[in-house]
């Protein structure tokens, strides 16, 4: 009996220890790692839903002074979009309208975009990854009426850009920070948001400045190289065609769609204040549906909140050497200010740029000053896109390539599986240069790896 204890005994540790062992292979990496963004904790809650659209100065007191993202559940079917914007209409009223394509469903900032007709894109775009995003063209604004909550208060004075989003779905986009606010109003499909909040989102490991996103791949996420992401608390949006959402400045996003995608986002200027007098204005005139094309796009607010985050970040005071180092081309690395531009901007000629003087300075003046670069294509930590030279110089000595394959070189993330494959399935369709410049990669790291490669 004591001998059947024993053994008893001993077989019971055997699998103790097995368990520990196993335990302990399944917990060397932390949850959710090389699996898709969000799968490391359960959501802390999904964003608010309003089925009634507030007025502008509830909208402005109750989410965008407090930073919280909400649903305007059916607020974009008041648009004319909603009910005009089929293929066949967009194809027969605008056609011939040029649009920017990207080749890819899966965001790549490192590869330019491609111009085509509306009517070549509505062709292709069901049968490929074709995925348009550009700024909203001026033929189809007066389609798009805005969200009444933004009609007045000072909101339409301070518009940006607007941006149409259109794929056959299955698009993912990094993870990123805007530096504006955004309204996003999705016209048909469905799309899928991860948000963190303001304060959490500074800790992320925004490893590419030059245009405020995080590298992560978003399907299968490497927690040893952004460790914020294993413990980071994150919300979760759901929206239906029809549903317009508030973003606000400084949340990071990571957002993807399905079925039949067609989104129009707006952005404006972060505002410090209300202007109350404006709605008071508005509503004697009982507020009316209006469209984007009523409204006229200033860069120079959204500039201003740039430099004024600068100088933030420079004890608020800035030197001509400061800004012409800081202020640069988001693509091409160009400085924006030079001591012309510069003298523009200080007011007193003292050489230094405090808040006051950018505070008091036209919105013109300063969109002058930065030679009217977009605000999305202005960097203020002084960066530039990084692409590897040697590849750069091989796509400029040879003919122009096939998109798919421009959209493999530019890749981000490749991993020499990714490479191998791709010269077995393409090889006789490169041109020798890009062959050997793959070939080279593969040689200098050896044995595949899952190690994704930040850059070519």
């Not at 056609?95 to 491609?114: F, I, Q």
């Not at 120079?300 to 740039?306: A, C, P, S, V």
């Amino acid at each position: 009996m004591a001998k059947r204890r024993m053994e008893f005994y001993i077989l019971i540790c055997y699998f103790i220890k097995s368990s520990a062992v196993y335990s302990t292979e399944e917990n060397k990496f932390p949850k959710g790692h090389q699996e898709q963004l969000g799968s490391h904790q359960q959501q802390e809650g999904n964003v608010e839903e309003l089925w009634t659209m507030p007025s502008a100065s509830v909208f402005y007191d109750n989410y965008v002074v407090k930073s919280k993202p909400v649903i305007f559940k059916g607020a974009a079917k008041e648009s004319d979009a909603f009910q005009l914007w089929t293929d066949s209409y967009l194809c027969e009223k605008f056609g011939d309208v040029e649009v920017n394509v990207d080749y890819g469903k899966k965001e790549n900032r490192e590869r330019p975009a491609d111009t085509m007709t509306l009517r070549e894109f509505l062709k292709v775009y069901n049968k490929t990854d074709r995925y348009l995003v550009d700024s909203l063209p001026d033929a189809l604004q007066s389609e798009f009426q805005l969200p009444q909550c933004i009609l007045c208060g000072g909101f339409t004075n301070r518009l940006t850009d607007s941006v149409l989003w259109f794929s056959s779905g299955g698009t993912k986009s990094f993870l990123h920070i805007d530096n504006v606010e955004n309204i996003n109003c999705l016209i048909s499909g469905q799309k899928e948001w991860f948000f963190v909040d303001k304060e959490n989102s500074k800790k992320i490991e925004i490893d590419h400045g030059e245009g405020e996103y995080c590298g992560v791949d978003v399907d299968k996420v490497d927690m040893v190289k952004y460790p914020s992401l294993q413990v980071i608390p994150w919300w979760s949006a759901h929206m239906v065609a029809g549903d317009c959402m508030y973003v606000p400045f400084g949340w990071a996003h990571q957002v993807r769609s399905y079925s039949r995608n067609i989104a129009v986002n707006i952005w404006w200027a972060v505002m410090r204040s209300f202007n109350h007098s404006d709605c008071q204005r508005s509503s004697e005139k009982k507020l009316k549906r209006k469209s984007l094309s009523e409204f006229e796009y200033t860069h120079g607010e959204q500039i201003r909140f740039l430099i004024l985050n600068l100088l933030e970040e420079h004890g608020g005071k800035l030197t001509y050497d400061i800004m012409h180092k800081m202020m640069r081309h988001e693509h091409d690395g160009k400085h924006l200010v030079n001591e012309e531009s510069f003298a523009l901007l200080d007011q007193n000629k003292d050489n230094i740029l405090v808040v006051e003087e950018v505070e008091t300075c036209d919105p013109e003046i300063i969109e002058i000053a930065l030679q009217r670069t977009p605000p999305g294509e202005i960097n203020i930590r002084g960066m530039a896109q990084s692409r590897d030279p040697k590849l750069i110089g091989i796509l400029k000595r040879i003919e122009k390539q096939e998109p798919y394959i421009e959209e493999f070189l530019l890749r981000i993330h490749k991993t020499t599986d990714d490479i191998r494959s791709f010269l077995e399935t393409y090889s006789e369709k490169l041109h020798i240069e890009i062959r050997e410049y793959l070939q080279q990669i593969l040689d200098e790291h050896g044995q595949p790896t899952d190690r994704p490669r930040e850059e070519l």
